[in-house]
């Protein structure tokens, strides 16, 4: 799927230097903006969790010239602490970051909230999804100097009940308020924090949600521009959030989703379309 995207090339991120996490494979949202900030000019590092990632992750990361490749547990303080003092190491500052990690038990993306959440699903799902993120702003915000800029990925079942997202939901609303806070308190060192709301597209995550089918195809029949969520406009919006084009943009979730997070009732002839 990546290959037949074309992006954009240029020199907005030329001289930048930046660390992807959460890439999972070439239809990973990450990759893709991994792969539009590469073709802008930047440097990127990347991190993988695993041995089992690491095989999908370090043949991408080399197609674009990765300076750094590196093994990050974010559950895991010594593994975090290791992977942001390799990019020290090799780098001595930082320009940006994209958080793109989330997980929660598979039991806990189907059926009822209230009835599949357990108390370990819940801590885990919100240590994974919402403080991984906290965590790596605050280690990167000490490597960058004003100018620097973060960017998370979220989706609209944080503000919306959306069948089968459940307790996700609940951590990506904690991400956004994450993301808030975060951009305030980095905001008076000239660090940007944002987030991007993606639509649905076909990624590793998207297909651990059971109702993954029905998802993809109300929403395009409901956006308003009745079409599929375009990765293509995922990563020219975490382009311009992450570059100079986003100056005195910070605190802000970002809709890329064909327009559906405006939709309160869908028109009758287009659910039958």
């Not at 370090?58 to 990361?61: C, D, E, K, N, T």
């Not at 084009?245 to 327009?259: F, I, N, R």
């Given at each position: 799927m990546s290959e037949e995207i074309a992006f954009p090339k240029?020199?907005?991120?030329?001289?930048?230097?930046?660390?992807?996490?959460?890439?999972?494979?070439?239809?990973?949202?990450?990759?893709?903006?991994?792969?539009?900030?590469?073709?802008?000019?930047?440097?990127?590092?990347?991190?993988?969790?695993?041995?089992a990632l690491e095989r999908r992750v370090?043949?991408?990361?080399q197609s674009v010239d990765a300076a750094l490749i590196i093994e990050c547990d974010v559950l895991d303080d010594a593994s975090m602490e290791a992977a942001f003092a390799a990019v020290k190491d090799a780098w001595g500052e930082l320009d940006f970051l994209v958080h793109a990690i989330a997980f929660t038990d598979k039991t806990a993306l189907?059926?009822?909230?209230?009835?599949?959440?357990?108390?370990?699903?819940?801590?885990?799902?919100?240590?994974?999804?919402?403080?991984?993120?906290?965590?790596?702003?605050?280690?990167?915000?000490?490597?960058?100097?004003?100018?620097?800029?973060?960017v998370t990925l979220t989706y609209l079942g944080?503000?919306?009940?959306?069948?089968?997202?459940?307790?996700?939901?609940?951590?990506?609303?904690?991400?956004?308020?994450?993301?808030?806070?975060?951009?305030?308190?980095?905001?008076?060192?000239?660090i940007r924090v944002n987030a991007i709301s993606a639509g649905p597209i076909r990624t590793l995550a998207a297909a651990g949600i059971?109702?993954?089918?029905?998802?993809?195809s109300f929403n395009r029949k409901a956006s308003p521009l009745r079409d599929d969520t375009d990765p293509k406009g995922i990563a020219g919006a975490a382009l311009y959030l992450l570059s100079d084009?986003?100056?005195?943009?910070?605190?802000?979730?970002?809709?890329?989703?064909?327009?559906f997070h405006i939709v309160g009732?869908?028109?009758?002839?287009?659910?039958?379309?």
């Open positions: 240029g020199e907005l991120m030329k001289g930048k230097r930046g660390l992807i996490m959460g890439v999972a494979n070439k239809n990973s949202i990450a990759w893709h903006i991994a792969r539009q900030l590469h073709a802008q000019g930047a440097t990127l590092a990347f991190t993988y969790a695993n041995e370090r043949p991408l990361a189907e059926g009822s909230f209230v009835e599949n959440t357990t108390r370990q699903i819940f801590r885990d799902t919100m240590d994974v999804s919402a403080f991984s993120f906290v965590d790596a702003a605050n280690r990167a915000s000490h490597l960058m100097k004003p100018g620097g800029a973060m944080s503000e919306r009940t959306i069948p089968n997202y459940n307790v996700m939901g609940v951590a990506k609303a904690a991400l956004e308020a994450s993301m808030r806070y975060l951009a305030r308190d980095l905001g008076p060192k000239g059971s109702s993954g089918r029905h998802m993809f084009l986003g100056a005195s943009c910070t605190g802000e979730t970002h809709h890329v989703d064909a327009g009732m869908p028109e009758e002839a287009a659910l039958k379309e």
